[in-house]
C-alpha cells in the first residue's frame, strides 16, 4: 500500500474545516446564554439594563439574601428586592445602627436622586410619586415590602459615598428588631479608581 499525501492531505483540511465550522456554530447559538463573571456574583443585567448594575436581593425571614453587597460609585444600579418572609420587611442602609437600635446614623441616600417601584401581591406596580400601594416610608433610605412584596430603587451614587455601608431591618416581631434577630448585611459603594 502505498501512502497518498496529496490525498490524505485533503482529507484532513476537509475535516478541520467541518471541525471549525462546527465548534463556530456551537459557539454563534450559545452566545446569547453566557453571563459576565459579575452578574456570578450576585448582581444580574438584562439586554435593556447592560448600562446598569441590577443587584437582587431577597428579604425573608429574618435574612438578606445576598448579605453582603457592592455596587459601584458613579454608575447608575438596580436594586431588585423581594420579601418572601412572612411578616414585614425593610430595608434601611445608612453608615451604622444608631445607638437607640431605632434606625440608621447617617443616611446612604441623602441627597441622592432615586426611584423606587414596587409591586405587592395582587396589586399594579406603583411608581416613586405613590401611585398604587401606599407605603409608610418617612425617608429615602427606606424601603418596605409586605410579604409577597418587591421592586426596585434606582440610583447613581456620587464617589464621595465609597465606603461600606450597614443595611438593616427596623420592622419589630415578638418584641425584637429584625436587625436584631440577624436581619443585616452589609453594601459596599466601590470607587472606579
Known sequence: MTFDFPSFLT???SRSALLIAA??????????????????????ATASETDTTVVEMTMKDYAYEPADVTVPAGEPVTLKIKNTGTVEHYFVVGDTIASDGEGVRENLFRDVSLEKRKQTEGEHEEDDQGNGHEEEEHHENEFELP??????????????????????????????KHHELGMRGTLTVSDSN
Not at 163 to 168: H, N, R
Open 23 to 44: 465548534v463556530g456554530l456551537l459557539l454563534a447559538c450559545s452566545g446569547g446564554d453566557q453571563q459576565p463573571a459579575e452578574e456570578k456574583a450576585g448582581s444580574t
Open 147 to 176: 410579604p409577597g412584596g418587591q421592586g426596585s430603587i434606582t440610583f447613581t451614587l456620587p464617589e464621595s459615598k465609597a465606603g461600606t455601608y450597614t443595611i438593616a431591618c427596623f420592622e419589630t416581631t415578638g418584641g425584637n
Open 11 to 13: 482529507r484532513a483540511l
